[in-house]
């Protein structure tokens, strides 16, 4: 039945299928862009709200093991929060179970009850939130609300969780609408494209139509020589009883173009597709010949080096090189290249400013049909950025707040890796407990605003008197430590107690206050009263008690076990 009909129909028909096909994959394809952009959207406030509520939780965990009160446990955690401030678009909100505002980018918001605030579509907003957060839950909530400095509601999606401990909701959100905008300007375009080429096919498919009326002979003969090569010209068909042998003559040219055609859009589409990526990557993107000699860069290339492509190109990408790695680690990478076709890692390179960077690079090895490397794909990206937040995450997370010094975490990590050293050198070490004596009073008779700044003063005394390879904590409250590593003589550690019990002792002067404290030292050695770091904390802390108990004060000396006599001096 098929066979009987108009051969110009047929062509049509087959037009109208592709061309739906098309339609059908293009708003697949731009459905899919737009919904993994919300994903990416939501995730970005997922993991913004993660890490504000992992900062919380570190000053909760304060708080509950007695280091710090409720009320400054809260303040430090909003302090913590508010550091972590990505832009006028992106920032983390706090607000308590009233719902009062807690902490926010916009200042005058601070504070207020925002229970009667509605979004632009008249839903109780921050209600909708203490619903979803309750119990340390959470959820996604789509609305719209203006952008900071701006009256015009616009499509937003906030991600919000609970933290059950304080009453607290946590808050992060994305704006949307430039994701939809983008979605209707591609779709416009695409269905500009589509009647264009709708038209062009229509247009092709009449000139085929006409082009197949002349004579069954004179077309086959003329087949048969383009077929060979030749250039002809294609005469019109005069008689309908030759259509068979016109048709498979036909059927063959035909496939021939149709092929070819195939062949050169997909082609086409592929470098337009290519082309649209290499310049819109937000990474550095730089290609590489057989000699390794730089052929293409991307955009990114330059904002990220400072090079323009005039500069680097024909030139060796040594160009970047910083020189903070040896031969060794190039001929490394060279190596893994040559015998895996890739390699990806960490590496310092130098901008045309002078300015050295890390980044994350990734080579891939371009081959050719017999396997050979006749060019190189890097791509790169800065991540000084990322690094210089790893670092400061890092070191907040082991150093105190107030004084600076390590922590009880880093301080018995450190205690651990001294003993191992010491262990493997056959040397000795020694632990120096001290606690304040008077301090509590002084705290409690003129607050917090003297208290501290006299923490402050102990520690950096603390600092002065010992070597700069002396580790220094405070362990919480009024109680510090210190680790001297490598100790000679047991006379050594007496020694720096005796430093510390004198220079703490010295008057605290701050204004026209006048603080007098006293310090307790307690010494252990290993492994003469320990191997373990609770094991020498334990012995330290023992003997100062033990000496209190003795109604003696200073230094105490550890025995050879916790529960031991100690010498008092």
């Given at each position: 039945?098929?066979?009987?009909?108009?051969?110009?129909?047929?062509?049509?028909?087959?037009?109208?299928?592709?061309?739906?096909?098309?339609?059908?994959?293009?708003?697949?394809?731009?459905?899919?862009?737009?919904?993994?952009?919300?994903?990416?959207?939501?995730?970005?406030?997922?993991?913004?709200?993660?890490?504000?509520?992992?900062?919380?939780?570190?000053?909760?965990?304060?708080?509950?093991?007695?280091?710090?009160?409720?009320?400054?446990?809260?303040?430090?955690?909003?302090?913590?929060?508010?550091?972590?401030?990505?832009?006028?678009?992106?920032?983390?909100?706090?607000?308590?179970?009233?719902?009062?505002?807690?902490?926010?980018?916009?200042?005058?918001?601070?504070?207020?009850?925002?229970?009667?605030?509605?979004?632009?579509?008249?839903?109780?907003?921050?209600?909708?939130?203490?619903?979803?957060?309750?119990?340390?839950?959470?959820?996604?909530?789509?609305?719209?609300?203006?952008?900071?400095?701006?009256?015009?509601?616009?499509?937003?999606?906030?991600?919000?969780?609970?933290?059950?401990?304080?009453?607290?909701?946590?808050?992060?959100?994305?704006?949307?609408?430039?994701?939809?905008?983008?979605?209707?300007?591609?779709?416009?375009?695409?269905?500009?494209?589509?009647?264009?080429?709708?038209?062009?096919?229509?247009?092709?498919?009449?000139?085929?139509?006409?082009?197949?009326?002349?004579?069954?002979?004179?077309?086959?003969?003329?087949?048969?020589?383009?077929?060979?090569?030749?250039?002809?010209?294609?005469?019109?068909?005069?008689?309908?009883?030759?259509?068979?042998?016109?048709?498979?003559?036909?059927?063959?040219?035909?496939?021939?173009?149709?092929?070819?055609e195939q062949f050169r859009e997909a082609h086409d589409s592929v470098l337009r597709e290519a082309g649209t990526v290499f310049n819109l990557i937000s990474?550095?993107?730089?290609?590489?010949?057989?000699?390794?000699?730089?052929?293409?860069?991307?955009?990114?290339?330059?904002?990220?080096?400072?090079?323009?492509?005039?500069?680097?190109?024909?030139?060796?990408?040594?160009?970047?090189?910083?020189?903070?790695?040896?031969?060794?680690?190039?001929?490394?990478?060279?190596?893994?290249?040559?015998?895996?076709?890739?390699?990806?890692?960490?590496?310092?390179?130098?901008?045309?400013?002078?300015?050295?960077?890390?980044?994350?690079?990734?080579?891939?090895?371009?081959?050719?049909?017999?396997?050979?490397?006749?060019?190189?794909?890097?791509?790169?990206?800065?991540?000084?950025?990322?690094?210089?937040?790893?670092?400061?995450?890092?070191?907040?997370?082991?150093?105190?707040?107030?004084?600076?010094?390590?922590?009880?975490?880093?301080?018995?990590?450190?205690?651990?890796?001294?003993?191992?050293?010491?262990?493997?050198t056959g040397s000795e070490l020694a632990v120096l407990f001290i606690s304040l004596e008077g301090f509590k009073e002084v705290a409690d008779t003129l607050?917090?605003?003297?208290?501290?700044?006299?923490?402050?003063?102990?520690?950096?005394?603390?600092?002065?008197?010992?070597?700069?390879?002396?580790?220094?904590?405070?362990?919480?409250?009024?109680?510090?430590?210190?680790?001297?590593?490598?100790?000679?003589?047991?006379?050594?550690?007496?020694?720096?107690?005796?430093?510390?019990?004198?220079?703490?002792?010295?008057?605290?002067?701050?204004?026209?206050?006048?603080?007098?404290?006293?310090?307790?030292?307690?010494?252990?050695?290993?492994?003469?009263?320990?191997?373990?770091?609770?094991?020498?904390?334990?012995?330290?802390?023992?003997?100062?008690?033990?000496?209190?108990?003795?109604?003696?004060s200073g230094i105490a000396m550890a025995e050879a076990a916790p529960s031991s006599a100690i010498r008092a001096s």
């Amino acid at each position: 039945m098929i066979g009987d009909l108009r051969i110009g129909f047929r062509l049509s028909f087959t037009v109208v299928i592709l061309l739906a096909a098309l339609a059908g994959v293009s708003a697949y394809a731009l459905h899919e862009i737009r919904d993994r952009l919300l994903t990416e959207r939501q995730s970005q406030s997922r993991v913004m709200v993660r890490g504000a509520i992992s900062q919380i939780a570190r000053f909760e965990d304060l708080e509950r093991n007695g280091s710090l009160g409720r009320e400054q446990a809260q303040s430090e955690a909003i302090r913590a929060v508010n550091s972590l401030y990505f832009g006028p678009d992106l920032y983390v909100w706090i607000n308590d179970s009233r719902p009062v505002v807690l902490a926010h980018p916009v200042q005058a918001i601070i504070g207020r009850d925002v229970g009667d605030i509605r979004d632009a579509d008249g839903r109780p907003l921050f209600r909708e939130f203490l619903r979803l957060s309750a119990a340390s839950g959470h959820g996604t909530v789509t609305y719209r609300w203006p952008r900071v400095n701006d009256d015009v509601p616009r499509l937003k999606i906030s991600y919000v969780e609970g933290f059950a401990p304080w009453d607290w909701t946590v808050g992060a959100g994305a704006y949307v609408d430039d994701i939809d905008a983008a979605y209707d300007e591609a779709a416009r375009r695409f269905g500009l494209f589509a009647l264009l080429a709708g038209l062009a096919a229509a247009l092709v498919a009449w000139l085929v139509g006409v082009g197949i009326t002349r004579p069954l002979k004179q077309v086959t003969r003329c087949m048969t020589r383009l077929a060979a090569g030749e250039s002809v010209e294609v005469p019109q068909p005069a008689r309908g009883d030759e259509m068979g042998d016109l048709m498979r003559a036909l059927g063959d040219f035909k496939r021939h173009l149709s092929e070819k055609e195939q062949f050169r859009e997909a082609h086409d589409s592929v470098l337009r597709e290519a082309g649209t990526v290499f310049n819109l990557i937000s990474d550095a993107v730089m290609v590489t010949d057989r000699r390794n000699h730089i052929k293409l860069v991307n955009p990114a290339f330059t904002r990220i080096t400072g090079f323009a492509p005039d500069e680097v190109i024909g030139r060796s990408p040594s160009i970047l090189s910083s020189g903070r790695h040896d031969k060794a680690f190039y001929a490394a990478m060279w190596e893994q290249l040559s015998s895996g076709g890739s390699w990806s890692g960490e590496v310092w390179n130098r901008a045309k400013s002078g300015e050295v960077f890390p980044e994350w690079l990734s080579i891939v090895a371009i081959r050719d049909r017999a396997g050979e490397a006749h060019g190189y794909v890097a791509t790169f990206s800065n991540i000084a950025e990322r690094k210089r937040r790893e670092t400061r995450m890092r070191w907040q997370a082991e150093h105190d707040a107030l004084t600076g010094l390590a922590n009880r975490v880093h301080f018995e990590t450190a205690l651990a890796v001294a003993l191992s050293q010491a262990r493997q050198t056959g040397s000795e070490l020694a632990v120096l407990f001290i606690s304040l004596e008077g301090f509590k009073e002084v705290a409690d008779t003129l607050g917090r605003a003297i208290g501290d700044p006299v923490l402050s003063v102990m520690a950096k005394r603390l600092r002065q008197i010992v070597r700069a390879d002396d580790v220094v904590a405070r362990l919480g409250g009024d109680e510090f430590a210190v680790i001297i590593p490598m100790l000679q003589h047991e006379g050594n550690a007496r020694f720096v107690a005796g430093k510390i019990v004198s220079c703490l002792a010295e008057p605290v002067i701050l204004g026209n206050t006048q603080a007098q404290i006293s310090a307790n030292v307690g010494v252990a050695i290993h492994p003469h009263h320990g191997t373990s770091p609770k094991e020498l904390l334990s012995a330290a802390d023992h003997a100062i008690r033990c000496s209190k108990q003795a109604g003696r004060s200073g230094i105490a000396m550890a025995e050879a076990a916790p529960s031991s006599a100690i010498r008092a001096s």
